[in-house]
Antibody, heavy 126, light 107 residues
């Protein structure tokens, strides 16, 4: 049973950066894909992006281009999301999640998210 | 980007009654749809994938249906623990997108 444990809450100033960690246990980390989803206060869910540690490849939502970096440390089974040039509207709970792989026509891609980490609240405030 | 629209925004239901939640995709997504349940202060929980397959451990009172652009989540007899927010999500195209949620509250 894969479990994801995230780092604690952060308070940041506008323009600064934040790095959130997600430690996985109960599986072979190098085979994982780790995705990130955020939820602004009282709002819905928004896919941020994800990383395939074994290939060191990542994809992300276009709106975060240039501001988001995903990394992973296989030795500790930990994935990281770093968001820079923080804005007030980046205030949200950031979740990591393991996406299920959905395969059709011989190719597979990340589909739905299960399990999820407990979430990390990032507050951007001046 | 595929836009997912959920209706209604809020559904007031009495315990024991049936709840029917809708999710519409802005273009056909076949059956590439999941439903999540989220309670306050908790991460979302997977309920249904492939539009109609219950995830492991999900009670039979939860059922999903639909294909193409119209989908439904039905809770046959609401229990106290079912009052929560429900989200749909498509995995047909990138970026993966979610509906804005339906809150099921006690009537």
């Amino acid at each position: 049973q894969v479990q994801l444990v995230q780092s604690g809450a952060e308070v940041k100033k506008p323009g600064s950066s934040v790095k959130v960690s997600c430690r996985a246990s109960g599986g072979t980390f190098s085979n994982f894909v780790i995705s990130w989803v955020r939820q602004a206060p009282g709002q819905g869910l928004e896919w941020v992006g994800g990383i395939i540690p074994i290939f060191e490849t990542a994809n992300y939502a276009q709106k975060f281009q240039g501001r988001i970096t995903f990394t992973a440390d296989a030795s500790t089974g930990t994935a990281y999301m770093e968001l820079s040039s923080l804005r007030l509207e980046d205030t949200a709970v950031y979740y990591c999640a393991r996406p299920a792989q959905h395969c059709t026509g011989g190719s597979c891609s990340s589909a739905w998210f299960d399990p999820w980490g407990q979430g990390t609240l990032v507050t951007v405030s001046s | 980007e595929i836009v997912m629209t959920q209706t209604p925004a809020t559904l007031s239901v009495s315990p024991g009654e049936r709840a029917t939640l809708s999710c519409r995709a802005s273009q056909s997504i076949s059956t590439n749809l999941v439903w999540y349940q989220q309670k306050p202060g908790q991460a979302p929980r997977l309920l249904i994938y492939g539009a109609s397959t219950r995830a492991t451990g999900i009670p039979a009172r939860f059922s999903g249906s639909g294909s193409g652009t119209e989908f439904t989540l039905t809770i046959s007899s609401l229990q106290s623990e079912d009052f929560a927010v429900y989200y749909c999500q498509q995995y047909k195209n990138w970026p993966r997108t979610f509906g804005q949620g339906t809150k099921v509250e006690i009537k």
